[in-house]
T-cell receptor
Framework: DTGVSQDPRHKITKRGQNVTFRCDPI?????LYWYRQTLGQGPEFLTY????????KSRLLSDRFSAERPKGSFSTLEIQRTEQGDSAMYLC?????????????FGPGTRLTVL | AQTVTQSQPEMSVQEAETVTLSCTYD???????LFWYKQPPSRQMILVIR??????QNATENRFSVNFQKAAKSFSLKISDSQLGDAAMYFC???????????FGAGTRLTVKP
């Protein structure tokens, strides 16, 4: 088990461009979460999947954001028409919804800088 | 809406000493889970300890223990015998038993002095 992985680790883009991030969860985990973390703050929830179904979305997830988990394994988060305010660390986490605590394990994150 | 408050933006501790990080939360639910995560500089978030709200016994993991006061909605983390490797941002987090998302506090930056 190699843990949660994210790609790329860093992304620099110009305002108005589209970007896509990928997350590979721990292999047996059926739940996958996306969070956004700005400097000096705790992570903020964006959305989560159970298998391929997107179960919950935050109001933070504007129409420019879309997430998919087509086969219930890896997930992608796309941001269209990026804005400077989108600059943040995007964290992915996964969990196995079998136990009572459903503990989430985090990946290293993708740091997005929008110029 | 549930909120998590960490009132100490920064804390420092001498190596080998004990430090307590504070966390309070607001919820109307009775069934939930609480977590402390550690985020070292430029490294990923790591689970330190977790507590189920229905358990009265405080969770303990080696040098880390919590003081869970359900009525007061308080969940503090005690680090004993602090080590240089404990230096990091510490985040308190809440998750309802009914929902998947976690709510995080703003974090406490812990410095360990040699």
């Amino acid at each position: 088990d190699t843990g949660v992985s994210q790609d790329p680790r860093h992304k620099i883009t110009k305002r108005g461009q589209n970007v896509t991030f990928r997350c590979d969860p721990i292999s047996e985990h059926n739940r996958l979460y996306w969070y956004r973390q700005t400097l000096g703050q705790g992570p903020e929830f964006l959305t989560y999947f159970q298998n391929e179904a997107q179960l919950e979305k935050s109001r933070l997830l504007s129409d420019r954001f879309s997430a998919e988990r087509p086969k219930g394994s890896f997930s992608t988060l796309e941001i269209q028409r990026t804005e400077q305010g989108d600059s943040a660390m995007y964290l992915c986490a996964s969990s196995l919804s079998a136990g009572p605590t459903d503990t989430q394990y985090f990946g290293p994150g993708t740091r997005l800088t929008v110029l | 809406a549930q909120t998590v408050t960490q009132s100490q933006p920064e804390m420092s501790v001498q190596e080998a000493e004990t430090v307590t990080l504070s966390c309070t939360y607001d919820t109307s639910e009775s069934d939930y889970y609480l977590f402390w995560y550690k985020q070292p500089p430029s490294r990923q978030m790591i689970l330190v300890i977790r507590q189920e709200a229905y358990k009265q016994q405080n969770a303990t993991e080696n040098r880390f223990s919590v003081n869970f006061q359900k009525a007061a909605k308080s969940f503090s983390l005690k680090i004993s015998d602090s080590q240089l490797g404990d230096a990091a941002m510490y985040f308190c987090a809440y998750r309802s038993a009914r929902e998947g998302d976690m709510r995080f506090g703003a974090g406490t930056r812990l410095t360990v002095k040699p």
